[in-house]
Structure formats: C-alpha cells, structure tokens
C-alpha cells in the first residue's frame, strides 16, 4: 500500500484545474514555509490507483510557489462521492492539469475563478447526480407516506413558503405519488391527483380532466440540478392518458426563481396570482437578521447603522460570551442566553461563532454577509485598537497574535461553512454578500 505521507506534492494528481488568486493571496498571508507546524495536512485519495488530491489544492500551490515539494499529507477517510472526483481528474488530466506543479500556470481572477471551476463544478454534479438518480411512480405504503411526512416537516422548517406546514397522513393517502432516489436516499417527491375543472373556462371547459401538483419537493442540496424537472416531467408522462392539464399553486417566498422553474424550464403558462402590501407595519411583524464575517471587515459598524435605522434589539455574540476581565461564560449559559434571543422576532445578532451559526440561520429571516479581502480586515480590526467599543466588554490595547491569525485562517476555516449555509437557505432567506464596506453603506442608503 502506497505510504500517502511519503508522496511529494509533484506526485499528486490534482482534483481541480484551477486556482483563485484571491484564495492564494489569502494563504499567502499566514503561509511559513520555514514552519509548517501549523501547516493542516493535504488530504489524498487512491483512486484507480493514482494518488488524488481532494482538497488543499491552494495551499499546494502555494508551498510550491515557495520552493517546496513536501508539505504535510494525510489519507482522506471522508465519505466521498467517487465517481464525481473521477470526473474532476477526467477534467484535469484533458486541460493537461498532471500534478500540482501545473496548477502554478493556471492561477487566475476570482470572476474567472467563478465562471471555469465553480460552474463548471455545479454542472458536473447536477449531470452525476441526474444520471443516477431514479424517478419513478410509487404505490403508497405507510413506509413511503412516513418518508414523505419527514421530508415535509424539514419543508416546513425551511420557512420557504407562505404557511406552509408539514404533511399528515390524510394529506398525502389519495394522491399518486413520484418519488426521486440518489442510491438509498429520497431526496425529492412530487404527489398530486386528478380533478374535473370547475369554473375555470377562462382557459378550460369545466369538465376537463386536469393534474393537480399538490406539492413537489426536492431536498435543499439537491435543488438546481434538474431534479424538479425530472419529477414533473414523470408525472406529466404518466397522467398524459388521463388528463388534458396540468395545474398548480405557489405560495413561495422565492417567487421569482419559481416561476422561471415553472415557466421557463417546464413551459407551463401563467393563469392567476394573488398578490399582497402591507400598509401598515406592525412591530410584531418577525424580522430576525444575522450579521456574519471576519472581524475587522465592518459589520459591527453595520449592524449598529441598520439597529439605529430599523429599531431592531442588537445583540452582539463577543458581548454574550466575553466577560469584562476576559474570561468567558459557561458553554451552557452562552447557549441559554442566545436561545432566549432567538426565541423573540425582533433582533439583529452580530457574530460568527460557527458552534450556533446552524442554528441561528434556521431561526432568521435575513443573512448579510461581509466577505472582504483578508488584507482590508487585517487594517479594520487594527484601527479599532485602543477604542472602546460596545461590541467588546474591554479595550484592546494590542494585536492579539491569535486574534490576528484568526482573520488570516478565516476565509479558509471559515468562509466556506458560512458559503454551505447561504446556499442551503438561499430559497427561503433574504441573503445579501457585500465585498466592499461602501457596497455596505450604498445599500443602507438605497433602503433608508
């Protein structure tokens, strides 16, 4: 068996076919290559017998930049999807991508980051995950209408439609039923009837046969790759001999990307919407907002400025954990307090603290996101030195070395946790990213 920590980094077969400039920069800022003690090992898969990099391609880069050829491996054990990776290497091998020396030649801009590996990236996955998943029509056991009732409830919990609630048995017993399966996992279904028209001649006869789509669902990771498509164009063949129709209501919050699924993929028509203006504000009305980011790139600024514009409560995390003579409060009453805040519909909460981020994006209507340059961050959390601030319950007078290595790490340790959230909850929360602190104060601005 191939010893992976033995392997010089020319031996690896990397997994991805470019890098991002920004991303090097920002590894480039905390990266010794006198000291690799703190250095997190490259993971490495056997895969066909080859050597693969799954992850770390930046840090390769980097270490390789920097005259080395051995940085710190270790053998991935993560559950991985294989036949993805596969495909990533197929890729790379074609555009002459070898071992992790020719990455050196293919450093490029974030935009163009964007444009060739991440979509690139998401088309490859959604083509995978089509092509194995199985969608068919199921006859109804109490086995699949309780599968079908777990999913709804997590439905529910996304807070992603207008008063939608989680299925009961009686929902779901006399509809037909289509279901989409990854392997063993459900990961979507779509149930409906067939209904005779009544009053509806503004586009049909009343007596026509139609399909009603009661509910079509596909879980949040597996959205955008063609799954709700494929459910519906399943039941559209298979009620075909039975219904001249197919008809369907949304009561979505997402409404735009709804009907461009339901107009533009599916070519379905417009028929009615019924539409809604609040005239008068309520206090009551839940409005619970997350300000997230590396310290330093101002969103405690920002999170005072929308406090004093909305009246919204602000709570800041470093406040509820932080203790004036700089020792901390118990995990248990840090929890307690955040629960009692989360349990009331009005506040802004500022703060990162990965441990309760899950949690806190399940329970808010709005994300704002700062993702600046590591380097503008570094300056912002430096100027605050010596000020008294109300996010903090002490002054700073230096710059913690910890403090400061956190902000170096953060777009790697952890900007990609906080991405994977904003992209499970974009359908059902009103998610705003700003990458300079003056698009922070236009959009201020915008919505006075």
Known sequence: MTDIRELRLNDLQPSQFCISQRKLNGVRDWFDPNNLSGFEPIPVRMLDGVPVMTDGHTRATAALLCGLDRVPLCRDEDDLDLE???????ECRSRGIVSAADLQGRIISEEDYEKEWNRWCDRMQA?????RTVIEERDPNDELINDLIRLSAGWEAENSCYGYRKNEQADIEGNRIFVAEDGDKRIGYLFGHIESAERATSIMPDGTPFFEVEELFVLPEYRRKGIGKLLFLCAERSVRGEADYIMLSTATKNWKA????????????????RLFKRVKQSNADPRRVLVIGSPGSGKSTFARKLRDRTGLPLHYLDMLFHKPD????????????????LETDQWIIDGNYQRTLPLRFEKCTEVYLFDLPVEQCL???????????????WIETEFDPEFRQYILDFPKDQMPRILELTERYADSRRITVFHSRQEADAFLLRNE
């Open 84 to 90: 993805m990776y596969r495909r990533c290497v197929s």
């Open 127 to 131: 083509e995978v995950i089509r092509e």
């Open 258 to 273: 709804v009907f461009h699924f339901y107009l533009d993929e599916l070519g379905m028509e417009f028929w009615s919407a």
């Open 326 to 341: 700089r020792s901390t409060v118990s995990r248990e009453e840090f929890d307690e307090r955040l629960s009692g805040i």
């Open 379 to 393: 300056e912002g959390a430096a100027s605050r030195i010596g000020k008294t601030r109300e996010d903090m319950p």
